[in-house]
Each structure stands twice: as C-alpha cells, then as structure tokens.
C-alpha cells in the first residue's frame, strides 16, 4: 500500500500537467470551427494570465537535493510530450484534408492554435529536455524542435546563448529600446548561421572539420525533411502549408520569449575581450504562479542561467533585491512586447533603473545599446 508521501508527489506536479488541456481544445477546434478557434490562445494566453492575478506569485524555494526519484511526476510530462504533440498536429493534417467542412479561414485559425501548443509548449518543453544529459531526453527535444523547423535552437540555445548572453554574440540578448520587430527579422537572420558557426568551433576544438558527421545540423537537417515530407504525405500541399504555418507561429512565439527574457540586460565589458561572469541580475525573473505552472518554470530565468542543467521543479526564485523583475508573466509581457512604444514605456524605466544599481559607475552605454562591444574572446 503506497504511503501518504509517494500519494503526494504527482498531486504536487499535477499543476505542471496545465498542458493536457490543450488536447481536447484542439479536438474541438476541429470538429466545430467558429467562434471555438479562439479556445487554445484563450487557455494558453488568457486563463493562466487571469490565474496569475487570482492565486498571486510563488516564492517557494524547492530543495535543489531533492533526489531524481522524486521528480519522476514531473519529468514525465515532458517525456510523453512529444507523441502528444505528434498525433495533435499530424492527426489534424489529416483530419482537414480529409474533410470539408472547414473554410480556409477556419483552418489557418486552427493551425494558428496549433502552433500555440507547439510554440508555447513543445519548444518549453525541448528547452528542458536538451539541458539534459540523457539520450532518450536530448532525442525528445530534437523531435519536438524539428516539428518546428527550428533545430539550429539547440546549438544556438547551448553554445551561444549560455555562454555569451548579454553580450553582442548572442543574438537573442535583446538591447535597449530595440523593438520587436527589428528583434525578430535580426534573430531570424543571424542565429542559424550563428550556431553553425558554434559547432564547427566545437568540432575545429576536438580535431574534426565542419563536414564530420558528429555535426548535429546533419541530423537537424534529416529530422525537418521527415516532418515536412510526413506533412506532405498526409495532406498534400494544403496540409504542408498549414505545418509551415504552425511553425511560424511556434517560433515568433519563441522569439517574443527571448526577447522578453533579457531585454536591455548586459555584462560588463571588462576589456580584451573579456566580459563579467553571468549572474542571476542578467536576466528577468518573475515567480507568477499559473503561467509557471504552464511553461514549467520558465519564468525562473535567473536561477536557469545559473544552474542551466537544474531541472525545472528545483529551480530557485530571487527577490527583487538579487535580479531584475517583471511586472506580469509571460503572456501578457510578450502580449505587450508586440506593441513597441507601450513596452518601451513600461520596460525602459526598468532598465535604466537596473543599471543604475548595478552600474552606477557606467557612463556610456551608447556600445551595449547598438551592440557593438567587441566580441568576447573565444567566442568565434
């Protein structure tokens, strides 16, 4: 008979499982159409951002020796993901090919929700497992990223980002008063080129060239070719257009995250190349309790750049006084990001006050403003 204990272990990881309620909507969504294709941006988006509000923020701090046993409730959500997101989004490529009872419009409106259950959730998800160290978990990330077309994020998101955030290598350090869009059409540009270039300095450091076939953009390569030549095979050209058309979605949501996620947040220059080491002020931080639940503690974004390998239950909050804040989760800061002039308003006060406390001695900030500090020294 189990004890009371191991009873509640998965009711405590019960609210990281926020995601399985995007399943039955998506159901709906297809079978109806209509007014019910606003049902997965309303609970991915505006439900957990209205929970936010009603339950307040979470400043519990787990117990980071917490053995791996007791995770397994909580790492299991993210190991059955990707045969979820697999059947939902091929199941409904078939489904609209197959059936005609959705106008074109309807069905961009469901793919677009689609894309918000791969975006919002299967790439949080791949960010999890490729922190990790075993096969089976880097193997589910690489799956969830190519059903995206977005693989080049790991080497990116390991190589460059957690080495180099906040200064000019890393793209998706977004600077002061850079607004989104700018953001985006620079990110979309530079990162895939820019994670070649990390693991061909990985491969050139073990002795191998760049066509080796221990480069993982081989593998990217075949891995998005099988999505989209599934996605082919089972709908024909609308049902490859509608796949392109999700991953659109997943990425700009993506990409709104990043951006969100440090910006106007900088390491010092120290000269010759050299930068201060991360610290936990290097990024936002924010502890509302619903959205974490939904993107599996996410928002605890200082203690991830710290501790990167930490798995997502035993990441650690900061206070106010250790790293910079944001007023309101996720949603709704991405929700504001694609309005520049409202985000500089409400973000750039912030940053100049950020710098104020952790620079007080700076005077011109004109070089990280445009980027254009020299690249750290081993970096490329």
Request: glycine letters at 8%; aromatic letters at 14%.
């Amino acid at each position: 008979m189990s004890s009371p204990k191991e009873i509640r272990k998965p009711i405590r990881a019960l609210p990281f499982w926020l995601s399985l309620g995007t399943v039955p909507l998506a159901v709906i969504e297809a079978r109806f159409g209509g007014w019910t294709l606003i049902l997965l941006p309303a609970y991915a988006w505006w439900l957990v951002s209205l929970l936010d509000q009603l339950l307040g923020r979470n400043t519990d701090q787990p117990d980071v020796a917490t053995p791996e046993a007791d995770l397994v409730w909580y790492r299991l959500i993210t190991l059955i993901w990707f045969p979820i997101q697999f059947a939902v989004i091929y199941g409904a490529i078939w489904y609209v090919s197959h059936s005609d009872h959705l106008r074109p419009t309807e069905m961009a409106g469901l793919f677009f929700g689609l894309g918000v259950i791969s975006g919002t959730i299967g790439i949080v998800y791949a960010h999890e497992l490729m922190h990790q160290r075993t096969r089976l978990e880097r193997w589910l990330g690489d799956l969830l990223l190519a059903m995206v077309l977005y693989s080049h994020f790991r080497s990116e998101h390991l190589q460059v980002h957690h080495l180099w955030v906040g200064t000019p290598r890393d793209a998706v350090s977004a600077r002061y008063n850079e607004g989104f869009y700018r953001y985006f059409l620079r990110v979309l540009g530079d990162c895939p080129g820019s994670a070649w270039r990390a693991e061909a300095l990985r491969l050139a450091r073990a002795g191998r060239r760049v066509w080796h076939r221990s480069n993982p953009f081989w593998r990217y390569g075949a891995l998005q070719l099988a999505a989209l030549a599934l996605a082919y095979a089972i709908g024909g050209w609308i049902g490859l257009g509608l796949f392109l058309y999700q991953a659109f979605i997943a990425v700009w949501q993506l990409e709104l995250t990043n951006y969100v996620e440090h910006y106007g947040l900088t390491r010092a220059y120290r000269g010759e190349g050299r930068y201060e080491p991360v610290r936990p002020h290097h990024s936002w931080n924010a502890d509302h309790r619903a959205t974490n639940w939904l993107l599996i503690n996410l928002q605890r974004h200082s203690d991830h750049h710290t501790k990167p390998d930490r798995r997502f239950p035993l990441l650690q909050t900061y206070a106010e006084e250790e790293a910079p804040q944001l007023p309101l989760g996720y949603p709704l800061m991405t929700l504001m990001a694609m309005v520049p002039p409202l985000w500089r308003r409400r973000m750039n006060p912030r940053v100049r006050a950020w710098r104020r406390r952790y620079y007080p001695e700076a005077t011109d900030w004109k070089p990280y403003n445009r980027g254009a500090n020299p690249m750290p020294r081993g970096s490329v």
